[in-house]
């Protein structure tokens, strides 16, 4: 008589035996990392950001950069929170040419006057002084801009060298 198939008795860990598994410690190539996430406009997106850099990190074998960018992502989360505190925020990680690349969308789209532009300028500016010398300090280099998003917004991205490479 066969068992009835139910969660108490089913191995839920045994692989299909119709569907491939992928051998253990296969090498896994740093430059494949390409990884990202929508989360809301909150203080705590900052937090769930860093958890999300750190696993794709490690999961890639991309540990020198972890904790240059697991900061750089928390403060750009905290950045575009205070911005854009009721919408959305997108975090993107991408690894190339020995480099990550983080960017950071949110919805906060830029002024049409010229001193409201400005102000608002600084002030993203201001909330990105340790950042900024954070991807300095690192050999990298970051910027903002418009988003390239068809929603509009503000783009804010760092680019992190891997160290040794260059």
Known sequence: M??????????????????????????????????SVTLP????????????????????????LEPTAVQAA?????????????????????????ALRLIVYDGHSAHA????????????RATLRVFAALVRDHGGEWGVGPSREPGGGTRTWATLPLPGSG
């Open 41 to 64: 406009a909150s203080a705590r997106s900052a937090g769930i950001a860093r958890h999300v850099v750190r696993a794709a990190l490690r999961a890639y074998a991309l540990d020198p």
């Open 113 to 124: 006057h010229p001193r409201l532009a400005a102000l608002c300028e600084a002030r993203r």
């Open 2 to 35: 066969p068992i009835p198939l139910n969660p108490f008795t089913a191995n839920l860990y045994a692989a299909p035996a119709s569907c491939p598994v992928a051998p253990e410690g296969d090498p896994v190539e740093p430059a494949g990392l390409s990884c």
């Open 74 to 98: 928390s403060e750009l989360m905290g950045s575009a929170w205070r911005m854009d505190p009721y919408g959305e925020i997108y975090l993107s990680l991408r690894h190339r040419d020995d």
